[in-house]
C-alpha cells in the first residue's frame, strides 16, 4: 500500500480497521508496535510502521458541540470537510482551514498543518481538548486549562498515543469574499510583504520562482462592513476577472468561488472545493516555516536560484502564520512565513533538497514535519526551544517505544 502522493510504500505487517474505542485499547495495548494511517497525505514515513498500522476512520462520526463554551467535540479520523460541513449547519465554523477538505483533523493537528492569515495560527491552535488512548491500551484526557504538558501533545507526531476525539474551539459562523491579483511580481512582494499579507483575512502568493514571470495573490477577506474597495490594478498586477488556479495552466474549476462572491468560510478558506481532487498524487511537496522577520532575505536568496527551481516545481505558495505556543509548532514563538513546494516528481529532487534548506534553514527554519525534508536531528533540535522538553513526555509517556518508528528514531533519540 503506498501514500497519496506514491512516492513511500507502507512497510506495515497489518493494517487493521478500528470500529470501536474498546478494540482499538485492546489492540494498542498488546502491539509491539503501531502508528494510525489516515489519509495517506504525508510526503514521508512519518506514518509508517514495519509493526501494526490502524485506520481510525470507522471510529465514530459523531460530533458534539458545546454552544455555551464554543467548543465541538470532534473524531480525529473524521475529514474536515465533514467536519465543516456539520458545524457550519449549525450556525459555527473553525477560524481557517488547510488548502483541501480530504485531511483528517487529528492527521492535520498532529504535523502542525495551516492556512493562512497573519492572525490565523496553525490549525493546531483551535484544539483544547485532547481524548486519546495510551501505549498500555488506557483511555487519556488531557486539556489546555489543566496541564502545563498540553502544548507538547498537540502537535505530537502520533508518537505519544492514539488520539480518538479532539475539542475544538468554534466560532460563529462568517462569510468570505475571495478576490485573485495576477501578474504580480516576486520582487514586489518582497517590497510590500505585509501590505500584501496583512491586507485580507488569508493571502497566498503562488509563483514558479522562474526569472521575469509573475504570480497570484489570492485574498480571502471577511465579508463585513470593513471590506475595502479594491483598484483594479495593484502594484505591478490587476484584479482577475476570471477564475485562476494557483498553476496557471490548470482547469480552474476545482478551486473555490473567486472575483469577490460571498460565500460561508468553508467555501472560501480552502484553495479547492471540499469535494474536488485538485491533483492526481503526481507530485511531492517540501515546505519550510521561517521567522517573517528575515522574509526579505529568504526571498532575495529563493529569487537567486529561481530559475532551477522553476524547472522542478508545479506551483509554489508563501502563507503567513501566527505566533503560537505548542513545542513542535512551525510557528512556534515566532510570527511566521511559510515558503511551500509543489514539486514535480524527480529522482534529482533529493540532491536540490539540500539547496532550499540551506536557505530556508536559516535563522532557524524548521520543516513541516509532514513534508519532505533532509534537516538533520542535530538541526532539528536546535531550531525548537523546547525539543527536550517534548523528549521528556516520549520518556513518560510511551517508555515502551511502542510508537516510534524510524522517523521518531532518525529525530528524537534522546529517550
Known sequence: MKNWAGNLTFSAKECIEIDSTSELQSIVSKASGIKVLATGHSFNDIADTAQTQISIKNLSNEIEIDATNKVALVPAGMQYADVCRYIEKKGWALFNTASLGEITVAGAVLTGTHGSGSGNPVLSDCVDGIEMVLASGDLYSIAREDSEEFPGFVVSLGALGVFTRLRLKIVESFSIRQFVYENIGIQSIAENFDAVFDKAYS?????????????????????????????????????????????????????????????????????????????????????????????????????????????????????????????????????????????????????FLPKIEEILGKHAGRPHWGKLFSTSQEELAGRYPKYSSFEELLKKYDPSKKFRNSFINRYFINY
Open 203 to 351: 493571502v497566498s502568493y503562488f509563483s514558479n520562482w522562474k526569472k521575469n514571470t509573475t504570480g497570484q495573490i489570492w485574498m480571502k477577506f471577511l465579508d463585513d462592513n470593513n471590506l475595502p474597495q479594491l483598484p483594479t490594478v495593484w502594484l505591478d498586477g490587476n484584479i482577475a476577472n476570471a477564475k485562476q488556479h494557483p498553476v496557471k495552466v490548470n482547469d480552474p474549476s476545482p478551486c473555490t468561488d473567486q472575483m469577490g462572491t460571498s460565500g460561508k468560510w468553508l467555501y472560501r478558506l480552502p484553495h479547492f472545493k471540499l469535494d474536488s481532487s485538485p491533483a492526481s498524487g503526481d507530485e511531492v511537496q517540501t515546505e519550510y516555516l521561517v521567522d517573517r522577520s528575515h522574509v526579505s532575505e529568504y526571498i532575495a536568496e529563493l529569487s537567486n536560484i529561481g530559475d532551477e527551481i522553476a524547472d522542478r516545481v508545479y506551483a509554489t505558495e508563501i502563507r503567513t502564520i501566527q505566533s503560537d505556543d505548542l513545542w513542535l509548532s512551525g510557528a512556534y514563538g515566532r510570527q511566521t512565513v511559510g515558503f511551500h513546494f509543489t514539486w514535480k516528481k524527480s529522482e534529482s529532487l533529493a540532491n
